[in-house]
């Protein structure tokens, strides 16, 4: 990245730091061998990818031996949510929040193809637990899906409320963590956790699972007990937990300081008309903020602000294809015509900030200008 | 790897060439951001990953958009095979030969799973031509799977024959290249086809799938066009890329001298009491080899050899718990107790070859006190 950049949008994949990429190359040196096998080579990189697992089971207070790699966490959610509703047999239905991302919900559908249940959520974005808890109560749920946090609107779940309803009515509950593990303490109450690398800084092409103890999973796959078959890459096992661990050494600093900028931001655009910012505005994740245009398509903003040196994200996804309007923010009731996400990587400045609110109205008003649209 | 060893288990996993580790660390400098966003750091990172398919898809002679990253080769067969599957509705069948890989196997019964129809071989590993024609005349055979060439016994299929019969018959052939590509030239004739870039020098943690104009498929799965869901690892394509084009450069020299090292290691174990050297001599991969000891266990002697410096593979599998007899031994008809699987690596020297050749014979007579077992 030139230093004359700066870079917004870092939800999901983010520079990687010294430390992780040092971890990658002396995987790539002392980790090559597939774990897999038995002579010494193996065991190298056996012993690596064993490392990194208990080191991320440390800061997700999970077994070591119940964390698992895999090749994304949208094979995470396969292998899961397949594996766990194949344990459930007698029960059909999958409960999801609204606002769960499309691997999460992907993964139900193909497991659950006529019985996913959508649980509504309020305007800033928390699941209805009254929702949850009377469909649980029917007595059909296989699992429920209820994210830790949203990766869009930033929002945090009561995570343990959500529990307690679940657990109680002896329903697995898989937590997707992907948007907030690196950021935040790991969230403590759920049956099986999805984390994503690439989101705190490590490498991409990988993924984090974790089970309890009691969670039962039946392979739907014919594979057995193995969450990546064909194998992890070895150094990027490795760079995934040296590169949390480095978050998680950094956890309260980071997150006060990107929290305020964040604060900063969200005041500035509430002032701009025909601007909404949503999401909960307390209980949110540190590094995450997503604003909505009522009357402004968000593609040529984005394009604008790229061109003037700042990367920022669409709301709705991952995708330069899907610049149409996000399932999250119908979710929460945001009438919208352009989003921008932003996402704060450890390495933005104040001097960021200023630059990205110093830009952005001349940049609103040539849009509103070109397209003739301010109402 | 300390000099002093000999890393004689090169199928699936190597060490990295010098370029593509070089690659790779560009790869992430320059390839961290997500390929799918709109921002100048995202089409830095895209424009990496297609460089990266056409250099595959020029050495594949594949149409560079028809070359898609997978996480794993696994992975690939899982939703090429599940896809393709999907498209020829009214047809049930899916025909295998009995030396395909796990991977291919298993996502054939995934798809199919009361109608895979396995393939005899004969004693080379050779699918059985006419098993094939009878077979696909059936008319309910939706795919066909046939290797390029096997894993563990080195034979190439006779793929232009195999290729004949399926074209004819309207049944789509995929070509399971993984052990071949980066050893010899791509095979001619496919449908779709997968490949490893592990097993010929390039990372791990990734797949690499091409396929025909007209090939048809269907998304298994609700993500729709995407192999990779979740996203490829930029700096691992860019990785497997170079290697391969490493490879490329200098396939006609590695191949002449590996497979002259093999066939002095051929002639030299053939001589040995109760050892059975399998696959066609011929026709098969310059660097991979699997004798079989009739009455010794494979375990013990990969052990002793390990300890005494030298890595080699078991026949049957990547795996430290699968020494059962492997499958494609079964089906080739040797019987076997213990198996011992060669893969050369190019970094590999005639000196090697020596110290392996001069060290075998003690080892198995040591292995053969210890049981007891000499017949």
Redesign the interface.
């Known amino acids: 990245?030139s230093v004359s950049?700066v870079?917004l949008?870092a939800s999901?994949?983010?520079?990687?730091s010294r430390r992780a990429?040092d971890a990658?190359?002396a995987g790539?040196a002392d980790g090559?061998?597939?774990p897999?096998?038995?002579?010494?080579?193996?065991r190298k990189a056996r012993a690596l990818v064993d490392g990194a697992r208990e080191a991320i089971a440390e800061i997700l207070d999970a077994r070591p031996e119940l964390v698992h790699f895999t090749?994304?966490?949208?094979?995470a959610f396969?292998r899961l949510v397949g594996g766990m509703y194949k344990a459930r047999r007698g029960f059909e239905g999958i409960a999801v929040s609204a606002v769960e991302r499309?691997?999460a919900v992907?993964a139900a559908?193909?497991a659950a193809p006529h019985a996913v249940d959508v649980l509504p959520v309020n305007e800033y974005g928390h699941v209805d637990l009254d929702a949850l808890q009377s469909t649980v109560a029917g007595g059909h749920t296989a699992l429920a899906l209820v994210q830790h946090a949203n990766q869009e609107i930033g929002t945090i779940q009561y995570n343990d409320d959500v529990y307690a309803i679940t657990h109680a009515a002896g329903v697995p509950l898989i937590v997707d963590a992907t948007a907030s593990i690196g950021h935040i303490p790991a969230p403590g109450s759920w049956d099986a956790l999805v984390a994503h690398p690439?989101d705190w800084g490590g490498?991409?092409?990988?993924?984090v699972l974790a089970l309890r103890a009691h969670t039962r999973w039946l392979p739907a796959?014919?594979?057995g007990d193995d969450w990546?078959?064909?194998?992890?890459?070895?150094?990027?096992a490795l760079a995934s937990a040296v590169a949390l661990q480095e978050r998680a050494d950094t956890h309260a600093d980071n997150a006060d300081r990107l929290s305020g900028y964040i604060d900063r931001i969200r005041a500035a655009v509430a002032q701009y008309e025909g601007v909404a910012v949503v999401g909960d505005p307390v209980q949110r994740l540190p590094h995450v903020l997503t604003f909505a245009f009522l009357y402004l398509d968000g593609?040529p903003l984005?394009?604008r602000?790229?061109r003037a040196g700042i990367?920022?994200?669409?709301g709705s996804a991952?995708?330069?294809n899907s610049l149409e309007p996000s399932r999250v923010m119908e979710a929460i009731g945001a009438l919208t015509h352009g989003n921008v996400r932003l996402g704060l990587h450890p390495g933005v400045t104040e001097a960021d900030i200023d630059r990205f609110l110093e830009i952005l109205p001349g940049i609103i008003a040539d849009v509103r200008g070109d397209m003739g649209a301010h109402p």
């Not at 897999?36 to 193996?42: K, N, P």
Request: include cysteine; aromatic fraction near 8%.
């Open positions: 990245m950049r870079f949008d999901g994949s983010a520079p990687m990429i990658l190359q790539i090559w061998a597939d897999a096998r038995i002579h010494a080579e193996s090749t994304s966490p949208h094979h396969e499309d691997a992907y559908a193909f690439a490498p991409g092409g990988i993924g796959w014919p594979e990546a078959p064909g194998g992890v890459n070895v150094p990027l593609e984005l394009s602000l790229d990367a920022v994200g669409s991952c995708k330069t």
